[in-house]
């Protein structure tokens, strides 16, 4: 590119556009910065995920004028949860609070996309096939000022930004450029295999524990089923070896509760397993001059619990709120409101993926697991309920 060709300016560069990026994305556009997000995969693309979204996320979707559009797309009302430990069942209802009185689990083909949507139509430029090749930076100060990016086509081309911000996953390249160091980090993680299936009937979220595996049901669009099984990753690397992908699911789910696992074993799959070997969990510096991070590109635990896109969702608008101040310490704060609200979720979520428990003890991790979520859902409707980010 000549030198005499300035480069696009933007005030913010997200770079990915799944639902950490396109939420934020769409927050700023909303509150009239010119925003521009990449991502380096096709549009509409799926991605593994749990994907049930606890009522946090469901509170924000509906403030954002997003869920009624996830319903109209098929995306079923959750209005129950049952936990099962090994042959105890105990079904909880979905009690009305926060004004939420169900919850969903859309597929991330369904909820990404709507997030993009709702960015472009609220002004942001997206582009998708499009991968960022490196952070520029200004020569005197070490400022990131833009990214060199690649299209469709190959051809490089560079684009200036206010902030440069990486929503890229747990293997952010953002984070990897500008040196962003993890401050915590998980002990223990778990190897999990994904799919989805028919023909299970829909009775709300199911999540089965045994002392050796954990698996779930989640009812989700289609028709479908997302179904997980999951064990500590010393014996997934043992398991992977003897059983295909799709038969290891079945075992897992058998292993967790054996009754689960004969019903899984007579459904009909509707997609080739997706097999996660595991990672432990990260807590990163998350902003510096001109750049910050969010999702998992910061913050990263075990999905055994399924509180990713909660956080993701959540940490969107506290870095939207952060960004549109306009000062490194409204970024630092953003940082350590994202900490107050996660480090427990962070180390209970540890706790449970190192399967050092008996039944009667994970059952009391989810008592505290319950109670710090009804903590965040008290600030969320707080700090949020005055937010200009709103629909």
């Known amino acids: 590119m000549s030198d005499r060709i300035k480069p696009d300016h933007f005030d913010a560069l997200i770079v990915g556009a799944r639902c950490a990026g396109a939420a934020t994305a769409m927050l700023l556009s909303r509150a009239g910065l010119k925003v521009l997000v990449v991502d380096r995969d096709e549009p509409g693309t799926d991605t593994m995920s749990t994907h049930a979204l606890m009522r946090g996320a469901v509170m924000q979707l509906d403030r954002w004028g997003l869920l009624d559009g996830l319903l109209a797309d098929g995306t079923p009302k959750v209005r129950k949860t049952t936990f099962h430990y090994g042959t105890q069942a105990l079904p909880l209802d979905i009690r009305p609070g926060f004004g939420v009185d169900f919850l969903v689990a859309p597929r991330r083909s369904v909820l990404d996309a709507q997030l993009v949507e709702a960015a472009r139509a609220s002004g942001a430029e997206v582009r998708h096939r499009t991968a960022l090749r490196k952070l520029l930076r200004d020569a005197d100060t070490g400022r990131v000022t833009g990214a060199e990016l690649s299209g469709p086509n190959g051809k490089t081309y560079r684009v200036s930004a206010g902030i440069s911000i990486g929503a890229d996953g747990r293997r952010s390249s953002v984070a990897r450029q ?101 990672a ?45 101040v306009g000062s490194d310490q409204a970024l630092a704060a953003f940082q350590r409101q994202r900490d107050a609200l996660s480090r427990e979720l962070f180390d209970i979520t540890d706790q449970i993926a190192s399967f050092d428990w008996n039944l009667r003890d994970l059952q009391g991790l989810h008592k505290r697991l319950n109670d710090t979520m ?3 859902q008290r600030w969320m409707e707080t700090a949020f309920v005055n937010s200009k980010l709103a629909a």
Not at 291 to 318: C, M, N, Q, S
């Open 374 to 376: 009804k903590r965040e």
């Open 178 to 278: 500008v040196g962003a160091e993890a401050y915590a980090a998980s002990s223990h993680k778990t190897g999990c295999v994904y799919g989805y299936f028919e023909g299970i009937p829909d009775d709300g979220y199911r999540w089965f524990y045994d002392e050796s595996a954990s698996a779930g049901a989640i009812p989700t669009n289609g028709g479908a089923h997302c179904v997980f099984g999951a064990v500590p990753d010393g014996a997934f690397r043992a398991l992977r070896t003897a059983y295909k992908p799709s038969e290891l699911l079945v075992e897992l789910a058998a292993r967790a509760n054996p009754g689960f696992g004969a019903l899984l074993a007579e459904a009909a799959p509707v997609s080739h397993p997706i097999v996660f070997t595991g």
């Open 280 to 324: 432990h969990g990260h807590m990163r510096q998350s902003f510096g001059p001109g750049w910050a991070l969010v999702g998992d590109a910061g913050y990263f635990k075990d999905p055994l619990t399924a509180h990713g896109i909660t956080d993701a969702l959540r940490d969107a608008e506290i870095l939207a709120d952060a960004v549109i």
